[in-house]
């Protein structure tokens, strides 16, 4: 909410925007970003001697509007014409100069230099009104504004060649400007002091990067080779558009207040309606154009934001080496599709199944799904190989419980990955050339991103180095090709790679939960766990890190045929955060009821 006006900021009805440095009361942290800018004046213009020595010998740089605009007329009579029309409001002045330039001879310039002319010159004269807003808190501010803004227009004009880059920023920064027709209609709030006090600053920021960069032969040469970093001028572009928005904001606001006003007089005074109609609609017109424009600009930039995040995550997905997604694994269909065809239906009547009834009624998922905390739920239990279509299907009788979890999920519009480890007719057909621990935490991974790539943006070059790192290849076939390894060392290959293989999946998380404001879980389903091709126990030390972790708000449902004894021995996991229930095993229909499993915590 925008600010109270206060009295003291209006003299004789016009607003005082910054009181003079010498008088009392002068808003001296509402200036901190223009003195900031103010003091690297001197280090600029060091950065900079030897090119103006160069270009101007000793002539000094313009430290003033009127200076800049003869400096403009130097380069382009016919722009200092129509400045002289449009802009300046000093014909005479102008026009004596004008036809003295025309028989005299003006410097050549070239199309695109005389485009960014033009920019320029449209550009100062939106910029003009902020810089004014400055000097009222000291001339220093109006000349280092000027100053800057000279330097920049001899460099580019000198400088830049067959660049349009800068005419095209300047021209989309000069139509962010609120196009109003006096700059003292936006009263001077705090916030709205501040916001301008920003502005000042950016312009004048961009402004020297431009023009160092410009006199950078280095710089300009790797961008001509097509694939630069990314520049520092079109970032503080950015950030210009981005408060200048806010000034368009807090002037709706207080323009709003203004109408407010108007209509007040109206009825106090007895104004003509017809004056007061017209002066409100006038108003209206001017905020409603101003939204349009900043509402445009942000739909633009979302996109160009969007775009981007899909060619990142490309890019990743390559260095994932992920060739195509989802594969059968991470497709919940085509795993229900099996799961179908795993189980006769005319054995429906003689055995217990799993339904979404039935993973409801269990008072430990209840439990899971409705904790404020991260956590782990393991469901675990033998299936009757008699329930099976036929014996050569090898599915557990529990595996549906995860696609039901994932309904649950898609009804309530919760975030999730979902994994199943025996997407086959048989345990072993998976088609994979890697460990299926790692192809599982992989895809989790690669899920996350695709529903939020913007995750990039921030998390792209520390992603990329956890895969790049020798840990994350440990188990690669390539790296075990003709090696015996002892027992013992297979085992800490298991774990370290294991481990390089979770902080991936780790990483996306935290970021997830940073961005997250409503502080909502992340949901990972994994079906088959105990097929991971190692000891489920080194699997769920991760898990268990996972969910200690106060960076990260995931909560986890695991599901575990224990056909085989050793299972027993893994799931005897003592956490607060992990809730097992064993001995889920299915037995001849109507027994359910007179055999629980067993629930542990």
């Given at each position: 909410m925008a600010s109270k006006i206060p009295m003291e900021a209006i003299e004789e009805g016009k607003p005082v925007w910054f009181e003079d440095p010498r008088k009392a009361g002068a808003n001296e942290q509402l200036l901190k970003p223009a003195k900031d800018v103010v003091r690297g004046r001197d280090q600029f213009k060091q950065s900079l001697q030897g090119f103006l020595k160069k270009s101007r010998g000793n002539a000094d740089t313009p430290k003033t509007k009127e200076d800049l605009e003869k400096e403009i007329a130097k380069y382009d009579y016919s722009n200092l014409k129509n400045e002289a029309v449009n802009i300046l409001n000093a014909a005479a002045r102008v026009n004596s100069t004008y036809n003295r330039e025309r028989q005299e001879g003006r410097k050549k310039v070239g199309r695109i230099a005389q485009e960014f002319i033009n920019s320029f010159s449209e550009f100062l004269g939106v910029y003009s009104g902020i810089v004014n807003i400055m000097k009222g808190a000291g001339q220093i501010y109006g000349e280092v504004a000027y100053e800057t803004l000279s330097v920049l227009f001899i460099v580019v004009v000198n400088k830049s060649g067959n660049d349009s880059g800068m005419a095209d920023l300047l021209q989309e920064m000069r139509k962010s400007f609120p196009r109003l027709d006096d700059w003292t209609l936006i009263y001077p709030t705090p916030s709205m002091k501040q916001v301008v006090a920003e502005v000042y600053k950016e312009v004048i920021t961009f402004a020297r990067d431009a023009s160092v960069y410009f006199t950078r032969f280095r710089t300009r040469f790797w961008k001509a080779l097509g694939n630069p970093p990314a520049m520092g001028i079109e970032k503080t572009a950015s950030v210009i558009h981005s408060k200048l928005a806010e000034v368009t904001s807090e002037a709706m606001v207080n323009l709003h207040k203004r109408n407010q006003q108007i209509q007040l007089t109206v009825e106090e005074s007895k104004i003509t309606l017809e004056e007061s109609h017209s002066t409100i609609q006038r108003l209206e017109s001017m905020l409603e154009e101003a939204r349009l424009e900043n509402e445009k600009y942000r739909q633009q930039e979302e996109l160009e934001k969007e775009n981007e995040d899909k060619q990142r995550l490309e890019t990743f997905k390559g260095i994932l080496e992920i060739i195509s997604y989802p594969t059968a694994p991470s497709n919940p269909d085509i795993?229900?599709?099996?799961?179908?065809?795993?189980?006769?239906?005319?054995?429906?009547?003689?055995?217990?199944?799993?339904?979404?009834?039935?993973?409801?009624?269990?008072?430990?998922?209840?439990?899971?799904?409705?904790?404020?905390?991260?956590?782990?739920?393991?469901?675990?239990?033998?299936?009757?190989?008699?329930?099976?279509?036929?014996?050569?299907?090898?599915?557990?009788?529990?595996?549906?419980?995860?696609?039901?979890?994932?309904?649950?999920?898609?009804?309530?519009?919760?975030?999730?990955?979902?994994?199943?480890?025996?997407?086959?007719?048989?345990?072993?057909?998976?088609?994979?050339?890697?460990?299926?621990?790692?192809?599982?935490?992989?895809?989790?991974?690669?899920?996350?991103?695709?529903?939020?790539?913007?995750?990039?943006?921030?998390?792209?070059?520390?992603?990329?180095?956890?895969?790049?790192?020798?840990f994350w290849t440990l188990l690669d076939p390539q790296k075990l090709e003709n090696r015996r390894l002892e027992s013992w060392e297979l085992k800490e290959r298991q774990r370290s790679a294991l481990a390089s293989w979770f902080s991936l999946l780790r990483e996306i998380l935290e970021e997830l939960k940073e961005e997250n404001d409503e502080g909502k879980f992340t949901y990972l389903i994994i079906d088959r766990m105990d097929l991971v091709e190692m000891k489920v126990s080194y699997f769920m030390d991760e898990l268990v890190k996972l969910v200690r972790n106060e960076n990260v708000r995931v909560k986890i449902l695991a599901v575990l045929d224990t056909v085989r004894g050793e299972w027993d021995e893994d799931l005897g996991v003592v956490d607060a955060r992990v809730l097992v229930v064993q001995g889920l095993d299915q037995k001849p229909a109507g027994t359910f009821g007179h055999a629980s499993p067993i629930e542990d915590k």
């Open positions: 795993c229900a599709h099996m799961l179908t065809k795993a189980f006769d239906c005319h054995k429906k009547n003689h055995y217990q199944y799993m339904t979404r009834t039935l993973l409801e009624s269990l008072p430990t998922y209840k439990s899971w799904f409705a904790s404020s905390e991260s956590s782990v739920l393991l469901l675990a239990g033998e299936t009757n190989t008699n329930a099976r279509a036929g014996r050569g299907y090898t599915h557990s009788w529990l595996s549906p419980a995860t696609l039901f979890a994932v309904d649950i999920l898609r009804e309530n519009d919760e975030r999730g990955a979902y994994y199943c480890c025996h997407p086959g007719a048989r345990t072993d057909d998976n088609d994979l050339d890697t460990y299926l621990a790692k192809d599982l935490l992989i895809k989790l991974s690669y899920k996350l991103l695709e529903s939020q790539p913007k995750v990039l943006r921030r998390k792209m070059a520390q992603l990329q180095s956890i895969v790049t790192q020798p």
